[in-house]
Structures are given as C-alpha cells and as structure tokens.
C-alpha cells in the first residue's frame, strides 16, 4: 500500500444518482465531501447528504453544471483539494481539467491530454491504432470534402457511415448505402455535427450491419500497473442510448474475453493511460473493432462491481491521489452475472420525458438486488435534466438466476405516479431474444420496439 495520503476535501461537480455514488465512496473513505447543486436541485439526496453544499446557479445546465467559473470558486472557497466530475457535464471537457490542475485542485480522472485525444474521434483513432487496438476500416482522418468523401468510401466499400469527429449520443451520424446517397448523408451529418457541437469536422467507416457492442474496463495508476476488469454489453440502446447493460457479455466465450482484456488492458499501458476509463468496442463476426475509449466513470459501472466485488469509484479517489492499484490481474475474480436497468421518468411506450413528484417510492430488496438513485418519497423530479432516476443493478451466481432475480426484483420496484421504463424492462426479460442473449444494438428498434404493441397489447 502506498504511503500516499488521500485527499482532504472532494468537491462532486454533478448530480442525481452518479453524484450520490461519488458521496458514498468518499464516506466510505472517511473524506468530507462539497455537493454542488443547481436551484432546481435543492433537495436532492446529494445535496441533502453532503458534509457541504454549495449552490451554483440557476436550473439550466449551462449556468450552473456547466459553469466552469463557478464550480472552481465553490471548490476554492471551501477549501476542496479534488473534483470528481463525474458522468456527462465537464467529466470528459480537458478544458475544465486543465483549469482544475491550473488553480491546484487535483481532478480526479486522467490528464487533460488524454481526455482531449479521446474526446475527439479522429484523434481517438489514431491513437487507439496505435496503442494496437483493431479499427473498423475507414478514413485515416477527418474529410472535408465530398470528392474526399466519395474516394474514400470506394475503397471502404458500401454502406458507409459518416460520424461526427466531436459526436456522441448519436448525433451527427448518417449512413450512406450507395454512392447516390452519399451526397445527402455527408451533409446532413456535417451540418448535425456543427449545430450539435459547434464542429462539423467528420470522417467514414464501414458501417456495420448487425454488431453488439461490448467494452471493457481498464483501470491504470501513476505507478506503471495497468489491469482490465471484464467486459460488459450494451448492447441494448435506443438513439445510442443504453438502456440495460450486462456483465459479461452472454455472447463471447472465455477465450475470446480473455484477449479482448489482455488487449485493452496492454492499450491503457502503451497510452500511458492514468485511472479509470472504458474502451468501447463493435463485436461482429468473432471481431472486435475499437470505436472509442471513455475517460471517465460509466454510469454502467455497478454490474462490474457486483461481479468484481471491488469499489471502482473507491479505487478511482485512490489512484488519483497518487496511490498504487490495491489489486493485480491475478487478483481479480471474476464470478456470477449482473445487469443494470436503466429506471428513467419516461412514457415506456413513447419515451416522453415524465417529470413530477414522488407519492409513492418503493425500491426492490433481497439478495443480490442494489438500487442506486436519488429518488425518494415526496421528491420533486426537475424537468431540466437527463430522464435517468434510478438504476436497478441485480447479481446472480450464473445469468438464468439472474433473470429470475431480475424478473422479481422489478415486480418489487413501484415509483408513482409518473411514467417509468420499469414496464418496458419487464417486457424486455419475457422476449426470448433476451432470454436467449441473441440481440445487436439494432434489436431493441428495429425488431423489439416495431413489434411491442402487437406481442403485449
């Protein structure tokens, strides 16, 4: 163990459920901790259980978790030495981390380097080519012209995609069939891109037909020890948002985990990577494809947890005060099957947001069940912000008992009265795709979705 000391005082710059995790972890480790919080969020579970709390500003996201100025003035004025960013917001913004180090705060994820090359596609690409990660063929760079455009996509070959270099969330990407509508997609994505993130930098790649897609966790510390913690998939999305995440994958055999680990693990290391962080893949035909790395704690993390049984968020705060990793590779034991549903205040039937208050709050118990979410009975859900309120995360010795627990674990799960995806996570468990793990990141669209009304009224 090293000598190391943690930190004094943490400052959480986010909210809902990934702030209160954050909270837990720094109790757990005997650190004091600073809850910002917008006016909207005044009595939230983080806000109400932190040693401090600082208000930023008002309900908008741009004036308050996005307001770099005022995040660093609550963190200085009350005397924090770390920010953890969290999920979403500033966790991946190299801008925010080099203001943080500038002023003497430690950030708690990787150097603002890293987060700047893998925050951008192109750079992503290369960098991940080079670290020896396999790629979906595709452009070398970032294309600026149509010609461009169109000699590239001859030598990829049809269907094509055209992402966003600065993209995520699915925006600013467009699939080209042929060279006749290659045209319409280049700018329609270049166009998304720019009104999406103020860059309407793009490249091609070979677009995949049926993948899933599977990333694994790798965990690195400033002492040269670099370790992978197991794949997860996620590959049941609607708009590229997940919406259930399983660990492991119920498709890849152990061979197959065993090399896609070693091989993200020795990539972290050839990257010089620092702390916690996700390298995504597309899985198709017994291939893995990089298609981008997360520097930051994933809301999905719980299920690598449950079937770890280490603290990531715990590990994280360590490793970013200069601590040395607590385990090995050969340490890790890998045992039973999670998956975490996404609980958001949503219509399940057209994904209207569903904001409202709380009558009725009743979470799931018994073994191997874990709720993490700020609801609680009587609280008010804001409208302002992502629909996610709570995750459901279920462990089981193998993945039909975890079907089964999970099965019961949401019949146990009541939030009243608004809208909720509990019911469509329900229906999701009795498809036989589902039971069978015989699903692709299309499925859930293409093949669930269409067919929902019909199969269940």
Request: glycine share 8%; aromatic share 8%; net charge neutral.
């Amino acid at each position: 163990m090293s000598n190391k000391k943690l930190f004094k005082k943490i400052l959480i710059a986010n909210r809902g459920d990934v702030a209160l995790r954050i909270l837990r972890a720094a109790k757990d480790l005997k650190i004091p901790t600073v809850s910002i919080h917008s006016s909207a969020d005044n009595d939230s579970m983080h806000v109400k259980l932190a040693d401090e709390s600082v208000c930023i500003g008002p309900a908008k996201s741009s004036d308050s978790y996005l307001n770099m100025q005022a995040i660093i003035s609550a963190a200085l004025v009350t005397g924090a030495d770390a920010i953890h960013p969290g999920v979403g917001f500033l966790s991946e913004n190299a801008d925010f981390a080099e203001i943080v180090n500038a002023h003497e705060i430690n950030f708690i994820g990787p150097s603002p380097e890293h987060i700047k090359t893998m925050g951008d596609k192109v750079s992503a690409k290369i960098a991940a080519e080079k670290a020896g990660l396999p790629l979906v063929p595709g452009s070398k760079g970032s294309i600026s012209s149509l010609n461009k455009a169109e000699e590239e996509a001859l030598k990829i070959g049809f269907p094509v995609i055209i992402k966003a270099a600065a993209g995520g969330g699915g925006r600013g990407m467009k699939v080209a069939n042929s060279m006749e509508n290659l045209s319409e997609a280049f700018s329609s994505a270049r166009s998304e891109a720019k009104a999406a993130f103020g860059d309407d930098t793009v490249y091609l790649e070979k677009y995949l037909k049926n993948p899933r897609h599977i990333e694994v966790q790798v965990f690195a510390d400033s002492h040269g020890n670099v370790v992978h913690l197991g794949e997860r998939e996620c590959s049941i999305q609607r708009r590229h948002q997940k919406l259930l995440e399983e660990c492991p994958s119920p498709i890849l055999s152990q061979s197959e985990r065993e090399k896609i680990g070693k091989l993200s693990a020795n990539a972290a290391k050839n990257l010089g990577y620092l702390g916690l962080g996700t390298i995504e893949y597309l899985y198709e035909n017994n291939e893995f494809f990089f298609i981008e790395m997360n520097t930051r704690l994933q809301v999905e993390h719980p299920i690598t947890e449950m079937v770890t049984g280490l603290d990531l968020v715990c590990e994280q705060i360590k490793i970013a005060s200069g601590q040395k990793l607590s385990f090995k590779q050969n340490d890790i034991v890998f045992n039973g099957h999670a998956i975490e549903f996404r609980i958001n205040a949503e219509n399940p039937n057209n994904f209207l947001p569903s904001p409202g208050k709380i009558k009725t709050f009743h979470p799931p118990g018994g073994p191997g069940v874990r709720v993490d979410s700020i609801v609680y009975q009587g609280y008010q859900i804001p409208p302002y912000y992502d629909s996610l309120i709570s995750k459901l995360i279920v462990f089981g010795s193998d993945r039909k008992n975890c079907l089964s627990r999970s099965e019961r674990a949401l019949d146990e799960f009541i939030i009243e009265p608004i809208d909720t995806s509990i019911e469509l996570h329900k229906k999701l468990l009795r498809n036989k795709d589902i039971i069978n793990g015989a699903y692709s990141i299309k499925w859930l669209e293409e093949i669930f979705l269409p067919t929902l009304n019909k199969t269940y009224g």
